[in-house]
């Protein structure tokens, strides 16, 4: 497909890079649109704008919609560079399998994504905590009250300069508290918890207005079944720090598979932090807490990176993780995952690529 570029006239004024930014309020020049009807066609870099959509648009009824998240960094340097780009494009394949949604050419949009960003490379922020991030997204856009698959789909990119997902850190690593939800759960064995759909999140709000109100910033998720497993925390995977080693929910189907979390798995072997995925119920978790064992708690995800948890809610009590605070594994593995993605480290599992 022949990619055509139209760009803007009347540029927008680029907002500044501090802590009135925000996260995902400020939107780029520029957006990136194609079509499906049988193929893929019409890729285009046009001023971002408003999008129009019959109101029996599928994606409004039935809930076919997938998206991606990922970032993008200025090095030390000054230049661009994308982190693990591709392998969000392909896992955005396993979400459109899943959701019977047309499977996109990976390699084509990580080339699209190279010449978008260098079009609104004057939006990536040079301060350390910052990024630009980029939300590819694809919707059903056929005109018809039906529950079946679309017959038409619209995938767009678009973009805006962040600063950190929870403002409180403001670049800085800082300890969340979470709420253990025993209400709700995020998904089922043979749901749609390993697709990043919409539905997905949607599902969640009622737990975070919980989570909210008990004074919290996230919910720690338990499996659908039993009630007792611990699987995600908030829209990010989970680690534990027990007795001295790094462990994480399995990829079992009901479970996102982070870009982050791999990241945080590889970074650790590589460091000779020993590493195991393993299930493991909110009792283990909580008597570890309590006895010692379990010197640690942190979320990964590609908004806030790496979130350490320093108190966790469950059934009206609050139970301090650690020292309170960040600990030294959670913050050893973030600064060496922040200095691949800004060019302050060596990247040797060549995720980065330059712009």
């Known amino acids: 497909m022949q990619l055509s570029i139209t760009r803007r006239t009347d540029l927008k004024q680029i907002p500044a890079f501090d802590s009135t930014l925000g996260f995902g309020r400020n ?23 408003t999008l ?6 599928m994606c409004f009824h039935y809930g076919q919609e997938i998206f991606e998240g990922m970032k993008v960094f200025r090095n030390a340097a000054g230049r661009i560079q994308l982190f693990r780009s591709i392998d969000n494009f392909r896992r955005m394949n396993v ?17 699209v994504l190279k010449t978008f960003v260098d079009i609104e490379r004057k939006w990536v922020p040079d301060r350390k905590g910052y990024s630009l991030y980029i939300r590819p997204t694809m919707i059903s856009t056929e005109a018809v009250l039906g529950v079946r ?15 950190s997902f929870f403002p409180e850190q ?7 508290k979470i709420f253990v939800s025993t209400d709700y759960v995020r998904a089922a064995p043979g749901g749609t918890g390993s697709a990043k759909t919409a539905g997905n999140y949607a599902a969640s709000l009622s737990a975070q207005v919980q989570a909210r109100a008990a004074g919290c910033q996230q919910v720690m998720w338990l499996d659908a079944l039993e009630r007792k497993y611990v699987e995600e925390v908030g829209t990010m995977n989970i680690f534990a720090v027990m ?22 798995i590889q970074i650790s ?31 990964s995800g590609t908004a806030a990176i790496i979130s350490p948890v320093n108190r966790i809610v469950f059934k009206g009590e609050e139970y301090i993780v650690g020292n309170d605070g960040v600990g030294g594994v959670s913050e050893k593995i973030y600064n060496k995952l922040l200095g691949i993605q800004y060019g302050t480290e060596v990247d040797p599992f060549d995720w980065v690529l330059e712009v």
């Open 27 to 49: 939107f780029t020049d520029h957006m990136f649109l194609m079509e499906w009807k049988g193929e893929w066609k019409n890729p285009r870099i046009v001023p971002h704008g």
């Open 52 to 57: 129009e959509l019959d109101p029996a648009a």
């Open 95 to 111: 979400s459109a399998k899943r959701m019977v949604m047309p499977p996109m050419d990976a390699d084509f949009l990580n080339e």
């Open 149 to 163: 698959p679309s017959e038409e789909y619209l995938f767009f990119m678009i973009a805006c300069p962040v600063a």
């Open 170 to 176: 403001e670049g800085q690593l800082k300890a969340v």
């Open 243 to 264: 007795d001295g080693k790094l462990v994480t929910s399995p990829l079992t189907g009901t479970i996102l598979a982070g870009i982050t979390r791999d990241s945080v």
């Open 269 to 299: 072997r590589h460091m000779e932090i020993p590493v195991e995925e393993k299930r493991f119920t909110i009792d283990e978790l909580i008597g570890g807490i309590q006895s010692g064992t379990v010197t640690e708690v942190f979320g």
